[in-house]
């Protein structure tokens, strides 16, 4: 079972339909590094509390947007393995 979280050391805004995420170093946003995520990347971001799997964030994208359970997963594990190598996530144990 893959579950993440968000790093602590991000900040997230809502903007219009996107959310702009802004990583924290030393209570500095480092603003060379701003990502900015679609409407459907935010839902996702939302649903990477540490208690959800990809699985389990797959179907709700699914239930809440116009899209098949193969290209949910396949663009949520992309967006998820992005977010690690960036460390916005990290994989809960």
Partial sequence: ??????????V????GAESVLVPIRHNVGNLDFVY?????????????DGTHDIDGI???ICEEF???RETA???IRTLVSDLGE???VSQVS
């Avoid at 900015?36 to 990477?48: I, P, Y």
């Fill in 66 to 68: 116009d899209v098949d």
């Fill in 86 to 88: 960036a460390a916005l």
């Fill in 73 to 75: 997963s396949t663009d």
């Fill in 36 to 48: 900015t995520l679609s409407a459907v990347a935010s839902r996702v971001w939302s649903l990477l």
């Fill in 1 to 10: 079972m893959s579950v993440f979280q968000r790093s602590p050391d991000v």
């Fill in 58 to 60: 797959a179907d709700v």
């Fill in 12 to 15: 997230c805004r809502q903007v």
